[in-house]
C-alpha cells in the first residue's frame, strides 16, 4: 500500500515523538523500534522507510527532544514583560508540574547521564544544542558584558537543570522538594539584577588612585 506524503509525515512524526518520550524515562535503553512501530500500527520493518538505524532515530530524538525546550524557553520569554525574559523561563521551569512531567518536560535532566553510552554524533548534536539554549538565556540577562552574560547564562541553566533533578528525586518528601525548587528559582535569577554604576563622590574627582 503505498501512503501520501503526509501520512508518511504523520507516522514519521510518532515514532520519533514516541522514542523522545522514552528518551526521557528511560534512557536509549528504553527505546524498542518493535514497540514503537506497533503503537504506529507498522511492523518492524517499516521503520527503515523513515530511519536509516536505530542510532540514527536516537541522534533525532536528541535533537527532537532539546529544540522543544527551547522552542519552550523562548515562547516563554517573549511573552514576558521587557526585562522579565529570564524570569518568565526560570519561574515555568521550576515548579512542582514540570517536575512530576517527566516524559513531556525538559530533556536536560534527563539526558545527561545518557550522554556516557552515546555515539560522538549525540553528543555534538547535545553540545551544539546547549549552547544555543545558553545564547538564548544570555540575551534575557540585564546588560552585561558579553563573557560576563555567558557565564551567568551557564550558572543559570545548571541551577535550573540541578534544582529540577534534585527536586525529583526527593518527590518523596513534598516539603523538602519544594524547598528545593524554591531555592532553585532564587539562585538561577540571583545573577540577573542591573548593575547599577556608583557616582563618583565630587570629592573623589581629579584624585590620584593609590
Known amino acids: 500500500m503505498r501512503y501520501t506524503r503526509d501520512h508518511k509525515a504523520a ?11 522514552r ?3 528511560n534512557g536509549s ?17 517499516g521503520f527503515y522507510a523513515h530511519f536509516k538505524s536505530r542510532d540514527a532515530l536516537i541522534e533525532e530524538s536528541f535533537r527532537d527532544a ?20 529570564l524570569a518568565a523561563i526560570v519561574n515555568g521551569y521550576l515548579t512542582r508540574e ?4 517527566v516524559s513531556g518536560g525538559c530533556a536536560l535532566p534527563a539526558l545527561g547521564a545518557e550522554l556516557a553510552r552515546s555515539s560522538t554524533k549525540t553528543r555534538r548534536i547535545f553540545t551544539a544544542k546547549l549552547e ?6 544570555a540575551s534575557q540577562h540585564a546588560e552585561r558584558p558579553t563573557r560576563a552574560m555567558r557565564e551567568e547564562a551557564i550558572g543559570a ?14 518527590a518523596a518528601d513534598e516539603e523538602l522538594s519544594a524547598d528545593i525548587l524554591k531555592a532553585g528559582r532564587k539562585k538561577a535569577l540571583a545573577g540577573n539584577e542591573p548593575r547599577v554604576k556608583r557616582a563618583v563622590p565630587k570629592s573623589a574627582q581629579g584624585k590620584v588612585a593609590r
Open 11 to 21: 507516522t514519521h512524526e510518532k515514532i520519533l515523538k514516541g522514542a523522545v518520550m
Open 132 to 137: 544555543e539554549a545558553i545564547d538564548l538565556v
Open 66 to 85: 532539546l529544540d522543544t525546550t527551547a522552542r519552550r524557553w523562548r515562547a516563554r520569554a517573549e511573552k514576558a514583560p521587557k526585562g522579565e525574559g
Open 157 to 170: 541553566i545548571a541551577t535550573m537543570v540541578g534544582s529540577l533533578l534534585l527536586a525529583r528525586a526527593a
Open 29 to 45: 535503553a528504553g527505546i524498542a523500534i518493535a514497540e514503537l512501530m506497533e503503537e504506529a500500527g507498522l511492523t518492524h520493518g
Open 23 to 25: 528518551l526521557k524515562e
Open 98 to 101: 514540570h517536575r512530576d512531567d
